[in-house]
């Protein structure tokens, strides 16, 4: 039976009536970024998969409470990130942070000095990083990539960041506790790992939404 304690409209949304893994994962606590022109399918997948996977997790907007992604559709944030720099102290408790793509989201991100600041306190304390699409891009800026592997969205928009790091065009790849994505269509796989990552079951996760018999479904499609 699926509990929705202060849950965001975006998770709401798609979140089903239960919860996997959450004996694995019940301690941890997971925040996913927002700002204005984030990805909304990659967020909401994010949100929705690490949730069930038994997680804490708390939308956090840099930018007040609701959210416009890059298409225009708005999420209501479950915390909205303090303007003040000597409150960061507040978001160091949890066990993840995540940044999730978009061109203009990411630009805000990278812009912003919380942002960056926050992503290389959660290095210091070797804690989980992860990003996808163009959201390493915030990762390359707080200069915590150097030497590591990484995937993001190819292109002039990304790739110049990268100077350091150890592309690696795979669709997820972890490099400790740092893990990235490629795209918004690898948001799913994405997502599973970020839950085993944390001690959740993504197997079970996958069953349930019969997601290895993608696989066979384009063939499926085949007019014959």
């Not at 996997?20 to 927002?34: E, K, L, W, Y």
């Not at 066990?95 to 812009?111: F, K, L, N, Q, R």
Request: net charge positive.
């Amino acid at each position: 039976m699926c509990s929705f304690n202060k849950i965001s409209a975006a998770a709401a949304a798609l979140a089903c009536a239960f919860s996997i893994g959450a004996a694995q994962a019940a301690q941890t606590r997971v925040m996913v970024m927002m700002s204005p022109g984030f990805e909304e399918g990659e967020t909401v997948e994010i949100l929705d998969v690490v949730r069930r996977g038994g997680s804490h997790v708390d939308a956090v907007s840099i930018a007040g409470e609701y959210v416009p992604g890059a298409h225009n559709i708005v999420i209501k944030a479950d915390r909205v990130l303090s303007m003040e720099m000597k409150d960061l102290k507040d978001y160091e408790d949890y066990d993840m942070i995540v940044i999730p793509g978009g061109w203009t989201g990411t630009d805000h991100m990278v812009a912003d000095k919380r942002v960056i600041e926050l992503l290389k306190r959660y290095s210091k304390a070797n804690k989980f990083i992860a990003a996808m699409c163009a959201g390493p891009n915030a990762l390359a800026k707080a200069g915590i990539i150097k030497g590591k592997r990484i995937t993001a969205y190819p292109g002039p928009k990304t790739e110049p960041f990268y100077t350091g790091a150890i592309y690696d065009p795979k669709v997820v790849v972890r490099d400790g506790k740092l893990i990235t994505s490629k795209a918004p269509g690898t948001a799913l796989p994405f997502a599973f790992a970020l839950v085993d990552a944390l001690g959740g079951d993504s197997a079970t996760i996958k069953k349930r939404f019969y997601y290895d018999e993608l696989k066979a479904w384009p063939d499926g499609l085949k007019r014959k």
